[in-house]
């Protein structure tokens, strides 16, 4: 979040005389119950003369009204507009910290009715974002015809920490990291440690840094839960969270989050057994082996090596997995990953779910970078040109079984793909896969996005309800496109 400006007293007194009965252009207007002003750079309430820009970001129109949503970006304020009206029309603004999914009820932001002798009027501005609490927010204006029917416009916020379309994305997807329980969503467990890898690879790639306290708030508060360090009974969950904290520690040099991973990777170790001749198992309760789970230990233990002079342990553990793997049978004769082995240790055919073709792709790469064997990156090569083409559908990536979803695990897999698509077409010196990635971003984001540049679960365009998981998804794309 950019710096929080500061506000006087005395102007936090007159907000306090506003919430009574607002002033729109000198003239007392009506106003409903306000919330607790915000104040960043100015507070909540400021005049819009003041604006020195005027930018309409959406419209809505009711009963040959038309009612606007105006932002002053260089403030990150926004105000109501409505026109082509008469005296007694309503106009307010609505303010969501969590992306348009829930606002306070009754509490019109700046309500006020058109005066008589007027066919039109405005709300005062008031702020997107609450810096102080590092809320990121979203404005809509509404408006009623005196006796008619209420219209809104579609949620649409400022262009601050939105310069480009990856930190758009982050932006959006940053309105989903709940502020209770610094998770995404809530609740999100291991699609909430994908999202936050997400994040921290916006940063590198994009250079804003605004978001960067999600990182140390998700830690902490988590440290200690399940069963301490990030680990719990599924060692796929483990896996992501273990690359999650991989990459913090590359963002920031903090040793405790290479620690984390290095408790992550070991706890994975001790669930290897002779089951199938090797791997680790999904769960501690069973002895299924799956391609993801293992895929995540190749990479984690691959990532550790490098990044602890002088290590053999996490080596040999990547070598012996990728060993193991290879000779599975879960790579099919289409050189497709499907997701595991069934009780006789054959491939169980199920799908070749796209985040099982994208987690090898990095493991692939980082274990070239702790051994320069070439052989890996060719592996890894024949591996991604089968599934840039057979999950390729209108010009896109499209999930196996692909629905109009964004909530549940699946959601979260194109993103998985497509950051292990980049990670291995940053390693190749021809950039093999950009032209593509490029193709699938330019897709989704003309196609697949809201003017809350909140993206749904088809990037070649279609139905359904955005949501963290097809944000992030969307966010590793762009970040892939981005550092391409």
Known sequence: MKPAGSASTTLLAALTTLSAGLVVGGTPATASAAPAAVCNRYCDARDPSLSPQDRVAVTAGTASRTI???FDDADAMGW?????GGPGDRVWLDRSMDGGRTWASGSRLGDTTVPAGNRGWRTQMYNVDDWNTREVGALRACGQPA???????????????????????ATALMMSFDRDSRLFGGNGWWTGANALTAVIDNIRVSGMGSYAYAIAETYDRHLGAQQGQFRNDYLD???????AWIKAYDLTGDRRYLDTARVDADHMNANWNSTCGGGVRWSTNGNYKNAITNELFLQLNAALHNRL???TTYLDRARRVWTWFRGSGMINADRMINDGLDDACANNGQPTWTYNQGVVLAGLTELYRATG???????????????TVNLQSDGVLREPRESDSCTGDGSSFKGAYVRGLGELNRQLPDRPYAATIKRWADSAYSRNRNALD???PHWAGGSGTPDYGCQQSVLDLLNADHGG
Request: contains cysteine; aromatic residues 8%.
């Open 68 to 70: 606007a949503l105006h």
């Open 80 to 84: 109501a507009s409505i026109d082509n």
């Open 147 to 169: 006796g008619g029917a209420i219209a809104c416009t579609p949620w649409a916020r400022t262009t601050w920490n939105a310069g480009s379309r990856s930190t758009a994305a």
């Open 237 to 243: 969950d483990t896996g992501w969270w273990g690359l």
């Open 309 to 311: 002079p002088g290590d």
């Open 373 to 387: 064997d070439s052989a890996l990156l060719s592996t890894a090569r024949t591996l991604a040109d089968a599934s």
């Open 454 to 456: 909140q993206y749904g």
